[in-house]
């Protein structure tokens, strides 16, 4: 089985876009978000209308989450904050509905999906866990794979025999040991925070056990005048080049 897992799209429908023409080529079972389709980005309301077309699967991220519950709206930043509010007057009352209905966490293929740290967090970035943390979920967790988003950086978390490893997820195929438990996060489609604007995403091939890490090509200055379009913080915009 063939699974594509990707995470923060932000609003960015020219990442998305290309992301969905790219996936063509490999035919995956099955495609998973795991959260933030909105915020930051100038394309909200059309990249939700498009995601639900295509069928995918998406778990809570706390940009969808600051949509239901203040006080996780709240606990933004102020720039962060205000950009939620007015994503949030961007939906339609069908997309708003849409986003407040995600479960934070979901199983499939014997992994968990989950915006943050897992298996249930929205908020808690994994890059920020401590090793003592991490040592307590492998020990606990009876899920070997664990895919994650939230922090758009692409990571390979795995615990062996007792011994932590963090490393960071390059381009390309990757192998997964039985033995092994893992933490996986996929990065950003639309907000990457890597110093490389291309939209990733990865291949899980549950047969094989093993990572594919795309990257894929877009048109971001397009995505980058629409935020400047839209009155958003030019960080916004300069954080995707």
Request: some cysteine; charged content about 20%.
């Given at each position: 089985?063939?699974?594509?897992?990707?995470?923060d799209?932000?609003?960015?429908?020219e990442?998305?876009?290309?992301v969905?023409?790219d996936?063509?080529?490999y035919?995956?079972?099955?495609?998973?978000?795991?959260g933030?389709?909105?915020g930051?980005?100038?394309?909200?309301?059309?990249v939700?209308?498009?995601?639900?077309?295509?069928?995918y699967?998406t778990v809570?991220?706390?940009?969808?989450?600051a949509?239901q519950?203040h006080?996780?709206?709240?606990?933004?930043n102020?720039q962060?904050?205000?950009?939620?509010?007015?994503?949030?007057?961007m939906?339609?009352?069908?997309?708003?509905?849409?986003?407040r209905s995600?479960?934070?966490?979901?199983?499939?293929?014997?992994?968990?999906?989950v915006?943050g740290f897992?298996p249930?967090s929205?908020m808690?970035y994994?890059t920020m866990?401590t090793?003592?943390?991490f040592?307590s979920?492998?020990?606990?967790?009876?899920?070997?794979?664990?895919?994650?988003?939230?922090?758009?950086?692409?990571?390979?978390?795995?615990?062996?025999?007792?011994k932590?490893?963090?490393?960071?997820?390059a381009?390309?195929?990757?192998?997964?040991?039985?033995?092994?438990?893992y933490?996986i996060?996929?990065?950003?489609v639309?907000q990457?925070?890597?110093?490389?604007y291309c939209?990733?995403?990865?291949?899980w091939d549950?047969?094989?056990?093993?990572?594919?890490?795309?990257y894929v090509?877009?048109?971001?200055?397009?995505t980058?005048?629409?935020?400047?379009?839209?009155?958003?913080?030019e960080?916004?915009g300069?954080?995707?080049?």
């Open positions: 089985m063939l699974v594509a897992i990707f995470s799209i932000h609003g960015n429908l990442a998305f876009q290309a969905i023409k996936l063509q080529k035919q995956p079972d099955t495609v998973i978000c795991l933030d389709l909105i930051y980005g100038p394309n909200p309301e059309e939700i209308t498009l995601f639900r077309k295509q069928d699967k809570l991220g706390n940009h969808e989450a949509l519950n006080k996780i709206l709240n606990s933004l102020f962060a904050k205000e950009n939620a509010i007015a994503t949030a007057n939906l339609s009352a069908e997309s708003i509905g849409y986003c995600l479960s934070k966490n979901l199983l499939y293929g014997g992994a968990l999906y915006h897992p249930s929205v808690k994994v866990a090793d003592e943390r040592a979920f492998f020990t606990k967790s009876k899920q070997r794979i664990n895919f994650v988003g939230h922090s758009h950086d692409l990571l390979i978390i795995s615990w062996k025999n007792g932590l490893i963090k490393e960071k997820l381009k390309g195929g990757h192998t997964l040991e039985n033995n092994t438990k933490i996060n996929v990065g950003s639309g990457p925070r890597d110093g490389n939209a990733k995403y990865v291949l549950t047969d094989a056990n093993s990572l594919m890490v795309n090509d877009y048109d971001v200055q397009t980058v005048k629409k935020i400047q379009d839209c009155g958003f913080p960080t916004y300069k954080r995707l080049y």
